[in-house]
């Protein structure tokens, strides 16, 4: 009989048992459905308008790496760097019209006066020369180099292939006026300051661009739809009444 009186004790305990693990089960259950929300959050954002169709963030189009590190300012350090870099060199090709076989001439015969002199001189001061290291271009990177720019040439002279083959008139007409723009751009400015325009663009445009990426990506599907819109236009007014002759399948 002395056993008795705890029995309904250890009922007790079972039932708040019970009603513990029912809380529990409640709150997983809650905190899986919060978590299936930024997934549904994370699906609409997928949906959102990128510009030219992309699906990557802009360091992975621009290609990743230390590459696509300097042309975001990852570190600025390196990115001003650069760019100085860029702009010493613009500024003493164009603006001083320095050429770069004199240019290439004069930091040669800098270096090898210092490093001689520097060699000649450690003897009487009683310092350890200086170690020059041995410089050599590795085959491997030349065949990679080599390898790459075969496959980027081979790839664009498939596109020329095709746009030739008269199959896209969209592209034909795009390529053309493509081409158009950059003949009179390329009549304004010599090769160098079109390279070192389009090396600053590099620098500016893409970091710009991620930063207000939520703002230009809405702007530029309106502009982008009305360009669709007055192409339709343009094709059924022009183009549709173009002749055209048949095409060979490969």
């Known amino acids: 009989m002395a056993d008795h009186p705890g029995e309904p004790e250890s009922l007790i305990e079972k039932i708040a048992e019970k009603i513990h693990d029912d809380k529990s089960s409640s709150s997983s259950s809650s905190s899986d459905s919060d978590d299936d929300k930024p997934s549904h959050t994370d699906s609409v954002k997928s949906k959102i308008y990128r510009l030219f169709g992309r699906e990557k963030p802009v360091h992975k189009v621009l290609g990743g790496g230390k590459p696509a590190d300097v042309f975001l300012w990852r570190n600025k350090k390196i990115s001003a760097g650069v760019l100085g870099g860029a702009t010493a060199l613009w500024v003493l090709f164009e603006l001083i019209e320095y050429h770069l076989i004199?240019?290439?001439?004069?930091?040669?015969?800098?270096?090898?006066?210092?490093?001689?002199?520097?060699?000649?001189?450690?003897?009487?001061?009683?310092?350890?020369?200086?170690?020059?290291?041995?410089?050599?271009?590795?085959?491997?990177?030349?065949?990679?180099?080599?390898?790459?720019?075969?496959?980027?040439?081979?790839?664009?002279?498939?596109?020329?292939?095709?746009?030739?083959?008269?199959?896209?008139?969209?592209?034909?007409?795009g390529v053309i006026a493509g081409l158009w723009v950059l003949s009179i751009v390329g009549n304004w400015f010599n090769f160098l300051t079109l390279f070192y325009i389009s090396f600053v663009l590099l620098h500016t445009v893409p970091v710009l661009y991620e930063k207000y990426e939520d703002k230009v990506d809405p702007f530029a599907e309106k502009a982008i739809a009305e360009i669709k819109k007055q192409y339709l236009v343009f094709d059924a007014k022009v183009l549709s009444k173009v002749v055209r002759g048949p095409l060979k399948k490969d």
Request: glycine residues 2%.
């Open 102 to 173: 004199t240019l290439v001439c004069h930091v040669l015969i800098f270096s090898l006066a210092v490093l001689f002199l520097w060699s000649n001189a450690s003897k009487f001061i009683n310092k350890s020369p200086l170690h020059i290291p041995e410089v050599s271009i590795p085959e491997k990177f030349i065949l990679e180099v080599a390898s790459a720019l075969r496959i980027e040439i081979n790839c664009a002279l498939s596109v020329l292939r095709n746009i030739a083959s008269g199959r896209d008139l969209k592209k034909f007409l």
